[in-house]
């Protein structure tokens, strides 16, 4: 059985995330979507996890109507800070995916470059366990990410229907409540 894995915030779910869920079922048995820093509030992490996991598998569904079924959402909480790209914090994923997957060899779709994401882990972890996939963050949806889509959400645009599912349009009012709540912790 073939698994593949994306690490993602979701702050909030856009287009860019949804390609490397298709990229990741189109290649795989099963995907898991974990939903990192599950545990965080902060003005870097404004959506909590519930809505985070209520979009994606919105989402999800909206999307990949014959292949929900083979998708998994769930939430990963931090080691520690978002900074530890330690060993630490790589047997810690390892661990949490290889619970949650029952597979100790699974490839690892991600869309920042490989030189996060192999510090991680230890060679013989890269070697023989883990595999990964490079989705080019500019080669999806103009290059979107998060942070440029929590600032649409922000300024109305109109701009906003181009990156993100329709669940995240729904409710940005509810996610732009977040983020103003999210910029008055200190």
Known sequence: MK????????????????????KAAEENDEVY??????????????????????????????????EVSKI????LDDLTDESDNSHDWGFYLYS??????KNPCFTIYYS?????????FPSFILRNNVSLCLL???????GISATKVRRLIEEDSDALDVYVPKCVLDRRETIKKHIELSKLIK
């Not at 698994?3 to 298709?22: E, S, Y």
């Not at 949490?96 to 997957?101: A, D, L, Q, S």
């Not at 080019?136 to 103009?142: H, N």
């Open 112 to 120: 920042d470059g490989f030189e996060i994401i192999t510090t991680w």
């Open 136 to 142: 080019a963050r500019g080669a999806t949806v103009d």
């Open 72 to 75: 998994k959402v769930l939430p």
């Open 3 to 22: 698994t593949g894995v994306i690490l993602a915030r979701l702050q909030p779910i856009h287009k860019g995330h949804l390609a490397l869920i298709r």
């Open 33 to 66: 979507v974990f939903i990192g820093s599950a545990d965080k509030f902060n003005q870097r992490n404004p959506l909590p996890i519930s809505l985070r996991m209520q979009l994606a598998n919105e989402a999800i569904e909206e999307t990949f109507k014959d």
């Open 96 to 101: 949490k995916i290889v619970t949650e997957c």
